[in-house]
Each structure stands twice: as structure tokens, then as C-alpha cells.
């Protein structure tokens, strides 16, 4: 079927639309990138000089790779806490006899749906009042809540779509309630647990304005980064920041690729 002269304009101007949309967004990570491997100063690019010695000497930098290793602490502790309790607050919510489905709920969405700024706010203001001082500690209880939302949800999406009837059988052979989780209901929910643990370590390890609350003294990545605007960043942090990009849309990829409908209607 021929386009009329107005929709191929229309397919043009979208077209152009979308290139400059893509280009606004992924320029800065190919200028980072570029400069991670091509040397540069007032007098411009040396091509000439273009290697990768800001990737090797990225590991000497010792105040950056400490922010890196608190970054990847408070990550996998943080993803790890919300983990567990997006499996034991979903469990409950589906269960019949559940009490207060709809608080739950508001308490697990709140602290992602509010702007960073408020949440981090009143974690500080909460967890001062606990007698907790900030450090590493009050980031990963910061994260946990920040991230658990991500878990829950799809947790949660998952075990909707497991068959009552599937637990049911598993009752009527007489297995316990937790050999049932173990053998039946687990199985389903491992690739749901993995994608949202994937999605939830790239919000945590990108996480700035909840960690300048909570932080302290402790430096994490994003705060080592936002600290050296002031100053001046390093040549090797076109190197550090190109690997994090990547590592992040690699992760991104491999959500969207878990994410996507299988033959038959259903999330891998």
C-alpha cells in the first residue's frame, strides 16, 4: 500500500525525531568513551597517542577504586536484603488470611515513587532517630528500602501468574507449607528474583541524592564522582565512567532480554 506525500513526511519527521533524540542521549557516552582512549588538551584530540593507558592506570587510583568496592558493597548487600524481603512480603500479601494488603503495599512503593530528595530526607530524619550514625550501614538500609519496591513487584507479578492449582496438589500429597516454596513455588520465581536483583543493582549502584543523606563519611562512587566536579576529575575517570556505562546497559540488556514474552505470552 502507497503512503500518501503527507505520511512519508510524517515517517520522515519521526524518523529525524528519534535519531535526535538517540543522539542527545548516548553522545556524552560516546565523547566519554573517545576520551577514555584518545588523548586531549587545549589543542585538541591526539590521535596519534590514542591506547588504553588510563584502563591500566585506573586501578592505581586507590580513593576511586575504594568508592567502587563501597559501591559494589552496598549493592549486593542492599539487593540481597530487598531480595528476601520482597519473597516474604509477597508470600504474605497472596496469602488468604493477609492483614492491611493495601499498607503493605504503600509502605514497599513509597520510598521509590517520592523524589530521591524526601526520601532521603526523612530515612536520615528516621534512622537518626533510631541512634543509627550514617555510614555504610544506613546507605544499605537506605538502598534496601529504596530498591525493594523493584523486587516486590516483580515478585509479586510472578507469583499471580503461578496456578493455585499447582500448590494445592503440592497440599494434597501432604508436603509442608515449606516444602512447597522449595519444590513448586521457588522454581517459578528464580527468574523473576533475577531480573528484578539485575535491575535493582543498577539503581543502587547509580543511587546519588538517597546516598548524600545517609552516607556519612563513607564514600560510595557516585559521591566520589560528584565530589570531584569541584576539583576536577582525573584523566582515567573517562576510563571508570565508560566501564560503569557499559556494565549498566550490559545489565540493562540482559533485563530486557529476561523480561521479554516468551512464546507463549509469559516472561522468561
Known amino acids: 500500500m502507497l ?3 503527507a505520511e512519508r513526511l510524517t515517517d520522515l519527521l519521526l524518523a529525524v525525531l528519534a535519531a535526535v533524540t538517540l543522539t542527545v542521549l548516548y553522545a556524552p557516552v560516546l565523547i566519554s568513551a573517545l576520551f577514555s582512549v584518545v588523548p586531549y588538551d587545549q589543542a585538541g584530540l591526539h590521535w596519534q597517542a590514542a591506547g588504553f593507558d588510563w584502563y591500566r592506570a585506573l586501578p592505581g587510583n586507590a580513593s576511586v577504586m ?3 568496592r563501597a559501591s559494589a558493597l552496598v549493592g549486593v548487600l542492599s539487593v540481597a ?3 528476601v524481603l520482597a519473597v516474604v512480603m509477597a ?3 497472596e496469602w488468604q488470611g493477609a492483614i492491611g494488603r493495601r499498607f503493605i503495599e504503600i509502605v514497599v512503593y513509597l520510598p521509590f515513587l517520592m523524589p530521591p530528595i524526601v526520601t532521603g530526607l526523612s530515612l536520615l530524619i528516621f534512622l537518626d532517630r533510631l541512634g543509627l550514625s ?3 550501614a544506613t546507605v544499605v538500609i537506605g538502598h534496601t528500602a529504596l530498591v525493594l519496591a ?3 513487584r516483580l515478585v509479586l507479578t510472578r507469583l499471580r501468574a503461578l496456578p493455585k492449582s499447582l500448590v494445592e496438589a503440592s497440599a494434597d500429597l501432604g508436603a509442608t507449607r515449606l516444602q512447597t516454596f522449595r519444590h513448586v513455588v521457588w522454581p ?3 527468574s523473576a528474583v533475577a531480573t528484578g536483583a539485575l535491575l535493582a543493582l ?3 549502584f547509580d543511587e546519588t541524592l538517597v546516598t548524600v543523606f545517609l552516607a556519612g563519611d563513607a564514600t560510595t562512587l557516585p559521591l566520589r564522582l560528584w565530589g570531584m566536579m569541584r576539583v576536577g576529575f582525573t584523566p582515567e575517570i573517562n576510563a571508570l565512567v565508560t566501564v560503569v556505562l557499559a556494565a549498566s546497559i550490559g545489565l540493562a540488556v540482559v533485563v530486557a532480554l529476561r523480561l521479554k514474552p516468551d512464546s507463549r505470552g509469559e516472561d522468561q
Open 3 to 5: 503512503k500518501s506525500p
Open 66 to 68: 575504594a568508592a567502587v
Open 81 to 83: 536484603a530487598a531480595t
Open 91 to 93: 508470600l504474605y500479601v
Open 134 to 136: 550514617r555510614g555504610l
Open 150 to 152: 523493584v523486587l516486590y
Open 188 to 190: 517459578q520465581l528464580r
Open 202 to 204: 543498577t539503581v543502587s
